[in-house]
């Protein structure tokens, strides 16, 4: 027994010893992920952030960041984070994060002030008073993201949050710059934080934020959010990774000397200036390639690259020569995105070789401007520049990085399904998986994912060219369309007007969410007729069956309401996502349900109005009451109003409908919500007609829909036939997607049907048009 006791006594001691171990070598990992040690001052980080800014800002003033570090000081006084320091600590490390990203003052400031909004009496109003409606903005985007709640459980609500990021970071790119740099420091100090707090974090970042910073090209905030993830999300294998890393650690450091030494020699003997340098790859990327190809430490050899930086791109190439003739390449190994960027616009030559001793490793060659934006991505453009008279310029605009943005941003528009949009989205955000590069028959270079067919390339090219396509030929051969494309392939589609459009079974073969989201686009717009009339029929009986009243919840305040939520122009788009099954009915009735109790705490009858006057409005003479140019049959002296869902005009069929408290509402007996009322509810119809006089008496509000091929001089043409018509525009939105079409949505006032008939027929003749619509609210 003594013994045994004794046995597990040295047990104890030998795994505290263990213990011991591996709290150094984590403090070491902490080191390499350069995370920033605990300052006890926040004066002392604030004279860091300062530094940091002067390294490279043009300008010595600094009175902007120390005006807003005082007041964020002020406002977040006694508070405290779950680490015991004082709040005012988060913000100055975001600062310095965003600072280290060389950004300009206007993100620092919002980096110092993103939490004062949130979580202190400080309003947006105020900040825009200080710093300006620029900063004020930024503030105000973050803060709206600050309520990102990630679980798996909540995906409607992950999706609807996501969308709202995806907006704010539209409006101002720089709202999500200051989140990256929110999220990273919140991970440096996630040790504070619950278990499963962690751990929620870890999934949130990894599945998100990370791979936004990717898409950013901003690889140096990239790499600290995967390795910090990886150490929450599975700990046993990352501390297991730093043990085994840490073991070779001076072996592998020789090595690298050794590279490093040898290739400086023979830079300088071919006569190019270049900087180089080793450099570990972080832990993520390791464990990633340990797992996907199902290696062991001992069997990854690339566990480091050398990186060589020259000035020009022709130094790159003349570098890659000299390297290929010190060590022998390994064969599809090399990689040029220097002549074929990455999606991220990340240029460089990576080339993998046989090193001393037979190991490979890997060198990366790139000029210094791609350093630049390789590590700081599209933060490389935020820079300030100053003019010739001292004034700063606005910062440059990378619009190559910001097409993704715009594509998910139209996905928005599309779909209503949160589940496809998530899933969908992940996709499109995951860029761990190899890309292919092809090329169209005039030379254009496509990007496609890995496993790419010549149906991912059609829709890269323009969705109408997916939706015709009938064959393809690669390389000048014929070929089946679901044949998958490598590097270099030279693709052409072959599209016929006679097609019937995409098949359901290429959602199972494509590979790229491009082409996954139009041609499930397609079937939506192909069907809606359909669709709208399912869904309708699914509302009604989901309502039926849950002895829910249709009329009590379609007031047109709710179906707004519900259109909004969900992203929707229009109550048919609504009923066509029921239809085809990207909404379903239960979420959408429970929605008006929800606003029909919430309203009804707050109305009032029409009974409640008529005991409080004391009079009757209702007549059983059946005389006709008649104002403002429509007569109302079976009623005397109740006022009535115009539909906005329908806006009847002269010439349209009307009905009238006896609403709770506010008289009579005039209806096209085509309007959606009429033609939806149940058996109990259509008793509360009544007939109505247009007086004779009004048709000419006064206008009327109408709104259409014009869909047009967009081009130069389209709404010029299209305004220049109401100037001829003598109408006055109310207002006019324009949208574009991605494949030239423009929708052109124009709200005026007219006097009958006959003149709306004539303008419609007007503009379908107009050059480009495709088609023009009755608008329903």
């Known amino acids: 027994m003594d013994k045994k006791l004794k046995n597990e006594q040295m047990d104890r001691t030998v795994q505290q010893l263990k213990d011991e171990k591996l709290k150094k070598e984590i403090a070491d990992v902490d080191a390499t992920l350069k995370v920033m040690k605990d300052f006890s001052s926040p004066d002392e980080l604030y004279r860091t952030l300062i530094s940091s800014v002067r390294k490279y800002h043009p300008s010595d003033d600094i ?43 206007e993100t620092i400031v919002s980096g110092l002030l993103h939490d004062v909004v949130e979580d202190t009496i400080m309003t947006k109003e105020e900040i825009a008073g200080q710093f300006g409606n620029e900063v004020a903005e930024i503030v105000d985007g973050v803060t709206k993201l600050g309520q990102l709640n990630y679980s798996k459980d909540k995906v409607e609500e992950q999706a609807e949050n996501l969308r709202k990021m995806f907006l704010a970071m539209a409006k101002d790119i720089r709202v999500i710059m200051v989140k ?97 340098s080793g450099r570990a790859k972080h832990f993520f990327s390791i464990y990633k390639k340990m797992v996907n190809q199902n290696k062991t430490l001992d069997q990854i050899y690339d566990l480091f690259a050398v990186r060589i930086i020259v000035e020009t791109v022709r130094d790159c190439y003349a570098a890659l020569g000299v390297i290929h003739e010190m060590y022998t390449p390994i064969p599809g190994r090399f990689k040029d995105y220097i002549a074929m960027p990455k999606p991220n616009m990340y240029q460089s030559l990576h080339t993998t070789l046989i090193g001393p001793q037979g190991k490979p490793f890997e060198i990366q060659i790139r000029t210094f401007d791609m350093h630049r934006v390789a590590e700081y991505g599209i933060a490389a453009h935020w820079k300030y520049k100053e003019a010739s008279d001292g004034k700063k310029t606005g910062p440059e605009q990378e619009e190559e990085k910001l097409n993704w943005l715009r594509q998910i941003l139209e996905w928005q528009q599309d779909m209503s399904d949160n589940r496809e949009f998530m899933s969908l989205l992940k996709s499109d955000l995951n860029l761990f998986n190899e890309n292919v590069y092809v090329f169209s028959p005039a030379g254009d270079v496509k990007t496609l994912p890995a496993g790419s067919c010549t149906i991912d390339f059609a829709y890269a090219v323009h969705s109408a060219v997916g939706n015709r396509m009938v064959g393809a030929r690669v390389n000048g051969k014929l070929v089946p369309i679901e044949t998958e494309l490598h590097n270099g392939d030279r693709v052409e589609v072959v599209t016929s007007q006679n097609s019937h459009g995409p098949s359901r079974d290429w959602l199972k073969v494509v590979k790229s969410t491009m082409a996954k989201n139009r041609i499930n686009r397609w079937f939506r717009m192909e069907k809606k007729e359909d669709n709208i009339q399912k869904g309708r ?64 705490k707050h109305r009032i009858t029409d009974a409640d109005v008529l005991r409080t006057n004391g009079s009757e409005h209702y007549t059983e003479t059946g005389e006709e009451g008649h104002t403002g140019g429509v007569i109302v049959r079976g009623m005397h002296d109740l006022d009535f109003r115009f539909s906005r869902c329908c806006n009847p005009i002269p010439g349209d069929e009307i009905v009238g409908f006896v609403t709770r408290g506010r008289g009579i509402t005039i209806h096209r007996t085509d309007c959606i919500n009429v033609m939806n009322l149940p058996e109990h509810e259509r008793e509360r119809l009544i007939e109505a007609d247009w007086a004779p006089e009004a048709v000419t008496s006064e206008d009327y509000p109408v709104g259409i829909r014009v869909f047009a091929d967009n081009r130069v001089g389209l709404l010029v043409d299209i305004s220049k036939m109401f100037t001829e018509k003598k109408i006055n525009l109310t207002t006019l939105n324009v949208r574009t997607n991605k494949q030239g079409t423009a929708t052109i949505e124009m709200n005026f006032r007219i006097g009958n049907k006959n003149e709306l008939r004539d303008i419609t027929e007007k503009l379908r003749q107009v050059r480009s048009v495709i088609d023009v619509e009755r608008a329903m609210s």
């Open 180 to 276: 990256l740099a929110d999220r990273l420091h919140n991970m440096r100090t996630l040790k504070y934080m619950r278990p499963e707090k962690q751990l929620e974090k870890a999934r949130e970042t990894i599945d998100i934020y990370s791979p936004i910073a990717q898409r950013l090209g901003i690889t140096k905030v990239k790499n600290e959010l995967d390795d910090l993830s990886l150490k929450y999300l599975e700990p046993a294998a990352y501390y297991d990774l730093v043990r085994q890393i840490n073991g070779k650690k001076s072996e592998r450091t020789a090595f690298v000397a050794q590279i490093v030494d040898d290739v400086k020699k023979k830079i300088d003997d071919a006569g190019l200036e270049a900087q180089i």
């Open 537 to 600: 029929e699914l509302l009604y009986s989901y309502a039926k069956s849950h002895s829910i009243n249709p009329a009590d919840v379609s007031k047109q305040a709710y179906l707004e309401k519900v259109m909004h939520k969900y992203g929707f122009n229009d109550w048919e788009s609504v009923l066509a996502a029921i239809g085809h099954g990207g909404l379903k009915e239960g979420q959408v009735l429970n929605k008006l349900t929800e606003c029909y109790e919430i309203d009804k």
């Open 63 to 105: 009175s902007m960041i120390e005006k807003a570090y005082k007041i964020a000081s002020d406002a977040h006084q006694g508070q405290k984070r779950k680490s015991g320091e004082d709040y005012i600590i988060h913000p100055l490390c975001v600062g310095i994060i965003l600072a280290d990203l060389e950004l300009d003052k």
